[in-house]
């Protein structure tokens, strides 16, 4: 095991994506469980507070550490195995995403998961429940892990198969691998009924597992996971497609999102049943216009769409498509349809392009990225765009909104040019939360709560149910060593 204790050594992980920015003494480089286990009960034994880190893509703060050690999981980055007959890998947390996929690719599997930042590592996506724009139709990370070791706040460790420990309405009992019980109350809470990513994962009779899925890292170590693959698709049909009014883009994606719910009903083939549907405004094609010249001033909006195809049914789909891109108005003649594997991923470096040349910018500036990750009930969303698009412009502040439409998921992204324009930006990112809660959202839908949004999670929840969350947090870790600061203010464990 290696630590690290000199500035320079160890400056990468006292920040994430977003700019945030804390302090620790050391970092440990555990290349084992064992490591893991001796680093863990060392920091309990001393009441000490250690932060365990992925690979610094995140956008909440989550890995950043506040005091303490920082456990970081670069070392172990083994994919331990691929097995394309069961569709079943096993890979340690420090493993690349992109590695990931590759590897499972060659082997004809496919994993869905697709946050933006591909060099994450899959320990992060699920300490955060991490989704992407695949998620419209493969939902979270959560619906792919079917096992997990964790190394608990005290040292000891738990094996979480999926199907195997459930509630008992709001009362989980888990059996740690050295036999001792913990009885863990669930709080009472509705959940909203839109993709969501905020707190720990409630629900009456729930599987264990899913308690320790996108728990930011404040309940345990992930050691190993055994995720769920797919077989991959035939082939692929994605496009980029231009309007020129973005109520006529809204209104494709609303037309899409209706008919791919309608194909899954029914298990029809040959037609429309989006993979991902990724909107773009004006102002985000404005962004792009620059490393994208034939983007014309005519396009207010885009939206990207992907649907899995086979060689018996894809010149159908296409030609549904096509009709309904013509009866929304779609520029189809400058709209850009992939012909090959090199265009398609062409189309999503575009999709990605976005994401990275904003936070690109704000830390070029030192300012951080304030962008929105809510998410509102499909009948609300219009309703939720156009007064978040409304309060922004009308505040001065330059913007971007693009994101996952087809979960009526929007990612509004401020642009402040100083820090009294970062002061108005945290403001009125704090009025649309509050907007999206009333409307019956989330504050976030992907990306975690981490330190940056704690005082927006309680937004959502009395504060008699956010202590009993907290109160699962406690009963694991008594002695709060593990990732604190992560979701939950200090208040709350007191």
């Given at each position: 095991?290696?630590?690290k204790?000199?500035?320079?050594?160890?400056?990468?992980?006292?920040?994430?994506?977003?700019?945030f920015?804390?302090?620790?003494?050391?970092?440990i480089?555990?290349?084992?469980?064992?490591?893991?286990?001796?680093?863990?009960k060392?920091?309990?034994?001393?009441?000490?507070?250690?932060?365990?880190s992925?690979n610094?893509?995140?956008?909440?703060g989550?890995?950043?550490?506040?005091?303490?050690?920082?456990?970081?999981?670069?070392?172990?980055n083994?994919?331990?195995?691929?097995d394309?007959?069961?569709?079943?890998?096993?890979?340690?947390?420090?493993?690349?995403?992109?590695?990931?996929?590759?590897?499972?690719?060659?082997?004809?599997?496919?994993?869905?998961?697709?946050p933006?930042?591909?060099?994450?590592?899959?320990?992060g996506?699920?300490?955060?429940?991490?989704?992407?724009?695949?998620?419209?139709?493969?939902g979270?990370?959560?619906?792919?892990v079917?096992?997990?070791?964790?190394?608990?706040?005290?040292g000891?460790?738990i094996?979480?198969?999926?199907?195997?420990?459930?509630a008992?309405?709001?009362?989980?009992?888990?059996?740690?691998?050295?036999?001792?019980?913990?009885?863990?109350?669930?709080?009472?809470?509705?959940m909203?009924?839109?993709?969501?990513?905020a707190?720990y994962?409630?629900?009456?009779?729930?599987?264990?597992?899913?308690?320790?899925?996108?728990?930011?890292?404040t309940?345990?170590v992930?050691?190993?996971?055994?995720?769920?693959?797919?077989?991959?698709p035939?082939n692929?049909?994605?496009?980029?497609?231009?309007?020129?009014?973005?109520?006529?883009?809204?209104?494709?994606?609303?037309d899409?999102?209706?008919?791919s719910?309608?194909?899954?009903?029914?298990g029809?083939?040959?037609?429309?049943?989006?993979?991902?549907?990724?909107?773009?405004?004006s102002?985000?094609?404005?962004?792009?216009r620059?490393?994208?010249?034939?983007?014309?001033?005519?396009?207010?909006?885009?939206?990207?769409?992907?649907?899995?195809?086979a060689?018996?049914?894809?010149?159908?789909?296409?030609e549904k498509?096509?009709?309904?891109?013509?009866k929304?108005?779609?520029?189809?003649e400058?709209?850009?349809?992939?012909?090959?594997?090199?265009?398609?991923?062409e189309f999503?470096d575009?999709?990605?392009?976005?994401?990275?040349k904003?936070s690109?910018?704000?830390?070029?500036?030192?300012?951080?990225?304030?962008?929105?990750?809510?998410?509102?009930p499909?009948?609300?969303?219009?309703?939720?765009?156009?007064?978040?698009?409304?309060?922004?412009?009308?505040?001065?502040?330059?913007?971007?909104?693009y994101?996952?439409?087809?979960?009526?998921?929007?990612h509004?992204?401020?642009l402040p040019?100083?820090?009294?324009?970062?002061?108005?930006?945290?403001?009125?990112?704090?009025?649309?939360?509050?907007?999206?809660v009333a409307?019956?959202?989330?504050?976030?839908?992907?990306h975690?709560?981490g330190?940056?949004k704690?005082?927006?999670f309680?937004?959502m929840f009395?504060e008699?149910?956010?202590?009993?969350m907290?109160?699962?947090?406690k009963k694991l870790?008594p002695?709060?060593?593990?990732?604190?600061?992560?979701?939950?203010?200090?208040?709350?464990y007191?």
């Amino acid at each position: 095991m290696i630590v690290k204790k000199e500035k320079d050594e160890i400056i990468s992980y006292l920040s994430d994506a977003a700019n945030f920015r804390g302090n620790c003494s050391e970092v440990i480089f555990p290349e084992n469980e064992s490591d893991v286990i001796n680093a863990v009960k060392s920091a309990n034994a001393k009441k000490e507070q250690i932060t365990v880190s992925g690979n610094g893509t995140g956008l909440t703060g989550g890995r950043v550490p506040e005091k303490g050690s920082v456990l970081a999981t670069d070392k172990l980055n083994k994919i331990i195995s691929i097995d394309a007959d069961k569709m079943r890998a096993v890979v340690q947390p420090g493993v690349l995403l992109a590695d990931f996929k590759s590897e499972t690719g060659r082997l004809g599997c496919y994993y869905p998961p697709d946050p933006t930042e591909q060099n994450c590592f899959i320990g992060g996506t699920i300490a955060t429940n991490a989704s992407g724009a695949k998620s419209f139709k493969y939902g979270s990370t959560r619906n792919f892990v079917e096992r997990l070791e964790v190394v608990l706040p005290d040292g000891d460790t738990i094996t979480l198969n999926r199907g195997e420990v459930f509630a008992d309405n709001f009362t989980l009992e888990l059996t740690t691998n050295s036999a001792r019980k913990i009885t863990l109350n669930i709080p009472e809470i509705e959940m909203p009924k839109v993709k969501h990513a905020a707190g720990y994962f409630i629900k009456k009779g729930m599987d264990a597992i899913d308690l320790f899925i996108g728990a930011e890292g404040t309940l345990g170590v992930i050691t190993e996971a055994e995720l769920k693959l797919l077989p991959t698709p035939e082939n692929f049909l994605s496009a980029v497609i231009f309007f020129p009014d973005e109520q006529q883009a809204l209104d494709f994606i609303d037309d899409a999102r209706a008919k791919s719910y309608e194909s899954r009903k029914n298990g029809a083939d040959g037609e429309i049943d989006a993979l991902s549907l990724e909107f773009f405004d004006s102002n985000a094609l404005d962004f792009l216009r620059e490393d994208y010249p034939n983007i014309t001033a005519s396009h207010a909006a885009a939206v990207w769409f992907e649907q899995e195809t086979a060689s018996g049914n894809e010149n159908l789909i296409t030609e549904k498509w096509i009709e309904l891109i013509e009866k929304r108005g779609g520029d189809l003649e400058n709209s850009w349809i992939a012909t090959d594997v090199k265009e398609r991923r062409e189309f999503q470096d575009f999709r990605h392009a976005v994401s990275w040349k904003i936070s690109e910018s704000l830390t070029r500036n030192n300012l951080r990225k304030v962008g929105t990750d809510t998410a509102v009930p499909h009948d609300k969303f219009r309703e939720f765009y156009y007064y978040s698009k409304k309060l922004v412009a009308d505040a001065g502040l330059a913007f971007v909104n693009y994101g996952h439409f087809g979960d009526s998921h929007m990612h509004l992204n401020m642009l402040p040019k100083n820090e009294d324009e970062l002061i108005l930006a945290k403001k009125l990112y704090g009025v649309i939360c509050a907007k999206s809660v009333a409307l019956g959202g989330t504050v976030s839908a992907e990306h975690g709560i981490g330190k940056f949004k704690r005082e927006y999670f309680e937004l959502m929840f009395s504060e008699e149910k956010i202590r009993e969350m907290a109160g699962i947090k406690k009963k694991l870790d008594p002695n709060l060593i593990m990732n604190i600061g992560n979701i939950f203010s200090e208040k709350f464990y007191h």
